[in-house]
């Protein structure tokens, strides 16, 4: 099975633009999560979609957005761009979103705001 | 609220040395999972292993062993005879099924490099 895949794979951007990252989970997985990964913050949880419907958020301001289509494929937007938005955003999939289902990562995509 | 603590920063080891990474975790979730994920240089976490609450048996695979002690809230990596190919980042991560759902909270992190 291939593996979960996100592009773009690097992108730079401007601040006050926006983004918009894809993210393909592995074939039957049908809940996506988003991760931020900042050397100052770590990985932090940014959204999980189930079924097309955004299940858990984490602690992000309304400018990260997401949204799943039905072929389980996600995006995440980023609206307004601020410096602080570069980081590494990963995106995993399960078959569920259970807790107890281990996620599968993708390899990310490097964003740098300039 | 989850919180999980990797205290060792960084560890430099000479290859074929044994090395065991820290995972100290808090949770008020009577089940929840433990994970730990490894990051190359290139970005992508990889899985590694998953432990439920309930099943405290320490796990074996290849070099790599866990031991998972719920009395001192701690799931430690250990990795055999280390090798060049093992230098990453190593995350230990949390979900709770009570609280968190599906959402993983990571450790800081720990940056392993195995010297030739």
């Known amino acids: 099975k291939a593996g979960v895949t996100q592009t773009p794979r690097y992108l730079i951007k401007t601040r006050g633009q926006q983004v918009t990252l894809s993210c393909s989970p592995i074939?039957?997985?049908?809940?996506v999560s988003w991760y931020q990964q900042t050397p100052g913050q770590g990985l932090q949880f940014l959204f999980e979609y189930f079924s097309e419907t955004q299940r858990n958020k984490g602690n992000f301001p309304g400018r990260f957005s997401g949204r799943q289509f039905s072929n389980s494929r996600s995006e995440m937007n980023v609206s307004t761009l601020e410096l602080g938005d570069s980081a590494l955003y990963l995106c995993?999939?399960?078959?569920?979103?259970?807790?107890?289902?281990?996620?599968?990562f993708g390899p990310g995509t490097r964003l740098l705001v300039l | 609220a989850q919180k999980v603590t990797q205290a060792q920063t960084e560890i430099s080891v000479v290859e074929k040395e044994d090395v065991t990474l820290d995972c100290v975790y808090e949770t008020r979730d009577t089940t929840y999972y433990l994970f730990w994920y490894k990051q190359p240089p290139s970005g992508e976490l990889v899985f590694l292993i998953r432990r439920n609450s309930f099943d405290e048996q320490n796990e074996i695979s290849g070099r790599y062993s866990w031991n998972f002690q719920k009395s001192t809230s701690s799931f430690n990596f250990t990795i055999t005879a280390s090798q060049v190919v093992d230098s990453a980042v190593y995350f230990c991560?949390?979900?709770?099924?009570?609280?968190?759902?599906?959402?993983?909270?990571f450790g800081e992190g720990t940056q392993l490099t195995v010297n030739p």
């Open positions: 995993a999939s399960t078959t569920d979103g259970l807790p107890l289902e281990t996620q599968y």
């Open positions: 991560a949390l979900s709770g099924k009570e609280t968190s759902g599906s959402r993983l909270t």
């Open positions: 074939s039957g997985h049908r809940s």
